[in-house]
C-alpha cells in the first residue's frame, strides 16, 4: 500500500460523509433545510420541493447547483441558512487525528459546502489545525463537483499538482475528474463501488491511512 502513495505530496479530503461516517447523519438536518428554503422560495409543497432538491443533486451535482442555474438563487444566504444545524451529533476522533497529522506532505480539504460549515465539522471532530487550507464551493465560483472545471479552479487557486496528489472521496462520482487528471482516488464509504475511476475503497479511512504510512 505505501509504495502506491509514496509519490503523493498533497493529501485531498473532502468533508461530509469522508471525515466522518455518514451514521452520524448530519446531512439529514442539511435536507430538512434545504426543503424548507425550497418550499419558501419556489412556492412549492414539500413532496415536490423534496424531489426538486433530488433532482438538482442529480443533474447538477449540488441541489444550490440547480437552484442558481434555474432559479438565479442567491447562493450566500442559501448557505447560510441550510448549514445552521447541530453539530454535537458528531464526535471527536482522535485516531483520525492522528493520522491525518502524520501524512506527509500538504493536507487540504475540499468540499461542495462552504468554508465556515467546514470548519465547524473539522472542530466537531478534533481536526481543526491539521489542515493546510480549506476550499468550499464559494471558491470555485459555486461550481459543483463533479464538474472537472471545479476541481481545476481549486487545483489551481491551491498549486497542487495532481500527478502528486491524493483524493478521498465518499461520492463515487466526485473521484471521475480527479482520476482523469491523475490522482490517486480513495472511496470511502460503508460499501464498495466498483468503477474503473476507483483506486481504493475503505470503510475506515483512519485505518487505512495508517497503512499507507
Known sequence: MRTQFHHVTTWVFDLDNTLYPPQYRLFDQI???????VMREL??????????RQHYWDTYGTTLAGLMREHNADPAP?????HDIDFTLLPQDPDLAAAIKALPGRRIIYTNACVPYAEKVLQARGLNGLFDAIYGIENASFLPKPERAAFEAIFTAD???PSRAAMFEDDPRNLAAPHAMGMRTIHVAPKPHKSLHIHHHTDDL????????
Do not use: H, P, Q, S
Open 43 to 52: 412556492g412549492v409543497g414539500r413532496t415536490e420541493a423534496n424531489r426538486l
Open 78 to 82: 442559501y448557505l447560510e441558512e441550510v
Open 159 to 161: 498549486g497542487l499538482d
Open 206 to 213: 483512519a485505518a487505512f491511512l495508517g497503512k499507507v504510512i
Open 31 to 37: 435536507e430538512v433545510k434545504m426543503t424548507a428554503w
